[in-house]
Nanobody, 122 residues
């Protein structure tokens, strides 16, 4: 069963930065799979945040985070990152990663990690 372990969240003031990490194990070959970041707030569905292709050569972002967030991956470490700058209170959420399809960015697996909480104070 694929295992995804997210970390790096915390409490930060508006305008601050955080770098999230997600380590994948027991899953498909990380270096040839696309990865994505998602986030969820209480009472809402999980939403797409960022996509990165298997090679790292292609990325895409939700409109709400474009220009502020940067996704990257280290295939040697089976790790995907999310650098978050200029954080806003509306970025407050639990953040998750997963393997994703390149067509619609849907997750490949129903199994998710525990996520990492990001809280941005105003």
């Amino acid at each position: 069963q694929v295992q995804l372990v997210e970390s790096g969240g915390g409490l930060v003031q508006t305008g601050g930065s955080l770098r999230l990490s997600c380590v994948a194990s027991n899953g498909p070959t990380f270096s040839v799979h696309n990865m994505g970041w998602f986030r969820q707030t209480p009472g809402k569905e999980r939403e797409f945040v960022a996509f990165i292709s298997w090679s790292g050569g292609s990325t895409d972002y939700a409109d709400s985070v474009k220009g502020r967030f940067t996704i990257s991956k280290d295939n040697a470490k089976n790790t995907v990152y999310l650098q978050m700058n200029s954080l806003k209170p509306e970025d407050t959420a639990v953040y998750y990663c997963n393997f994703v399809r390149h067509t619609d960015y849907a997750s490949l697996f129903d199994s998710w990690g525990q996520g990492t909480q990001v809280t941005v104070s105003s």
